[in-house]
């Protein structure tokens, strides 16, 4: 399922797109730390939306999966993710000791790219369609797993709070992450895209994928991974030295 290393613009432009609205979000939920009054806090963490919070992650999450098909290595991205996962797993319980991030973004990509090493072999013998099919039905099965549901029946009560298996998403009342993305449901949407990534890189429509409408987003594209590190602490920066010389 592999194919020939290039830059997709398109999909670049995308990652531009998506790492724009992901750097939005994350200024107006800064604001409402700092600033409460500017942004109501309530409406960012309401229920309902919640799914327009993770549209984003959901692409970002599809995207990976594509694009496993256009990298040299999925081990060393994996590796790569896993270490920068690391880096913000220390730097997060210095600054919020209470509520780090545990299993975050670059957690789960960490994982499914590490787990798609040695399972991409037997699972390239799925037809696109079946395996696309596949990851949507495990992503909309255990999507409500961390509340204690899967497939809409309840869990048995002693695979709650198991704290090995905080990753997997099993409902745990002991632990909190400030950002959260379990293997289940979120892998689900991985295992799709590398599906989805077979047909939509396959000629020829790989050939109009690889014609730039946005050059200036593809650029942004393309330096996804150290604009999704850099980008919180240069607001908390900046809001920092707001709030100071507002008193």
Request: aromatic share 10%.
């Amino acid at each position: 399922m592999s194919q020939a290393h290039c830059r997709i613009a398109r999909l670049d432009e995308v990652r531009g797109v998506l790492i724009l609205l992901v750097m939005l979000y994350h200024l107006l939920y800064d604001i409402t730390l700092f600033f409460p009054q500017a942004i109501p806090r309530l409406w960012l963490l309401s229920r309902e939306y919640l799914w327009l919070r993770a549209l984003v992650p959901g692409a970002f999450i599809l995207l990976c999966g594509v694009c496993t098909h256009l990298s040299h290595s999925n081990l060393r991205r994996g590796l790569v993710c896993a270490a920068m996962a690391a880096v913000i797993r220390i730097a997060s319980g210095l600054i919020a000791p209470q509520c780090p991030i545990r299993f975050g973004l670059l957690h789960l990509l960490a994982a499914c790219l590490l787990l798609w090493q040695p399972l991409h072999r037997p699972l390239s013998r799925l037809p696109t369609g079946a395996g696309l099919l596949l990851g949507l039905a495990l992503f909309g099965l255990c999507w409500r797993m961390e509340e204690g549901l899967l497939a809409g029946f309840p869990l048995p009560q002693r695979w709650w709070d198991l704290d090995g298996l905080f990753w997997l998403g099993l409902p745990n009342h002991r632990l909190i992450s400030a950002d959260y993305f379990p293997l289940l449901p979120w892998g689900g949407l991985f295992l799709a895209g590398c599906y989805a990534g077979r047909w939509l890189l396959s000629s020829p429509r790989r050939e109009r994928l690889q014609r730039s409408r946005s050059p200036g987003m593809a650029v942004l594209g393309r330096h996804t991974l150290p604009l999704y590190l850099l980008h919180q602490p240069v607001w908390f920066g900046v809001l920092a030295l707001l709030r100071a010389a507002h008193g």
